[in-house]
């Protein structure tokens, strides 16, 4: 498991945590984890990629399609023999 440290944590917040992880009966390590935990647990800010978003806002108009990039012929690689 990772170790963290936390620097300049407001007092009143520091107050407002011991407080809030006695009452559920933590530490107030446990507590943070527990935050944590939830929080990223519900994290919904991964989303569609952006493709996926373009399908999903032009979805409503009757979709998007994209001709496809025509291909391009590339040449043989550089040799660097001598």
Do not use: C, W
């Not at 440290?5 to 945590?17: F, G, P, S, W």
């Not at 979805?59 to 001709?67: D, K, Q, R, S, V």
């Amino acid at each position: 498991m990772a170790t963290l440290m936390i620097r300049n944590v407001d007092a009143v917040v520091k107050e407002r945590l011991r407080f809030r992880a006695a009452r559920h009966g933590r530490s107030m390590e446990a507590e943070i984890r527990s935050i944590l935990g939830n929080v990223l647990a519900d994290d919904d800010s991964a989303g569609p990629n952006l493709a996926e978003a373009n399908r999903q806002h032009f979805a409503p108009l009757g979709g998007i399609y994209l001709e496809p990039y025509p291909p391009v012929q590339i040449g043989a690689p550089p040799s660097f023999d001598p």
